[in-house]
Nanobody
Framework: QVQLVESGGGLVQPGGSLRLSCAAS????????MSWYRQAPGKERELVAT????????TYPQSVKGRFTISRDNAKNTMYLQMNSLNPEDTAVYYC?????????WGQGTQVTVSS
């Protein structure tokens, strides 16, 4: 059974940083690309970063490019999202995502709140 468990969310001030983690199990983690999504209240779920299976290629939308960095440690079956220069527009529930055997899997989400 595929499981994705996010951690590391919390309250941070504007301009601050936070690192999210996603612990994966139930599949061969190193064989799969991974992604982070987020969903703010009243908005659609939004892709914020992707990373290829070996970590060699990453992609970001303009909204986070230059501020967020996705990475992974395949030996630990863990993916990370380093978030810097956070602003209130980054406030959302952040979700770990994997596509395994043609099915989408999501973590439970972790809340990130950027506020003074």
């Amino acid at each position: 059974q595929v499981q994705l468990v996010e951690s590391g969310g919390g309250l941070v001030q504007p301009g601050g940083s936070l690192r999210l983690s996603c612990a994966a199990s139930g599949f061969t983690f190193s064989n799969y690309a991974m992604s982070w999504y987020r969903q703010a209240p009243g908005k659609e779920r939004e892709l914020v970063a992707t990373i290829t299976s070996a970590g060699g290629t990453t992609t970001y939308p303009q909204s986070v490019k230059g501020r967020f960095t996705i990475s992974r440690d395949n030996a630990k079956n863990t993916m990370y999202l380093q978030m810097n220069s956070l602003n209130p527009e980054d406030t959302a529930v952040y979700y770990c995502h994997a596509m395994v055997f043609g099915r989408r899997y999501w973590g439970q989400g972790t809340q990130v709140t950027v506020s003074s």
